[in-house]
């Protein structure tokens, strides 16, 4: 895995690819943490949290879990790393520009996560099941 500062230079550049309009009411800035959390919804420690979009009191915050990437992609170069990170970044931030705008219909990015999050739950209790037979 690259160490920290490469990790933030890399993420430097990336938020250097968007444009200056994303970053409108964005006041708790983005913030790389250490942690690699686990989902809430994880059912065998296997879903982790690699990035999140905040919304409270204290304003609006992308965070990216550096954390998470150490954990799931050490054997990644560079190149992959600044792939998944350039995924994850524009993801948090389709989650702010929605935001902005109102958008929490069906199209969203918030129901595509319900969405996955509901699959990920559902192939659980299909295993719980298919092993209670």
Known sequence: ???RDEFNFILSDLID???QAFFRELSGGIIVSDDA????????????VFGQYRVNSLGRQVVIYRGSFERFYSH???????????SVLRHEFRHHMEFLSGIHNSSS?????RREIQ???RRYADLDEAFEK
């Not at 686990?38 to 420690?45: A, G, P, V």
């Not at 990644?76 to 350039?86: A, D, F, G, S, W």
Request: proline content about 5%.
């Open 1 to 3: 895995m690259i160490d």
């Open 17 to 19: 690819e968007l444009p």
């Open 37 to 48: 959390p686990e989902s809430e919804y994880s059912k065998n420690n296997d879903l982790f």
């Open 76 to 86: 990644y170069n560079e190149e992959q790393i600044k792939n998944k990170l350039r």
């Open 109 to 113: 990015l918030e129901a595509e996560d």
């Open 119 to 121: 699959e990920y739950l």
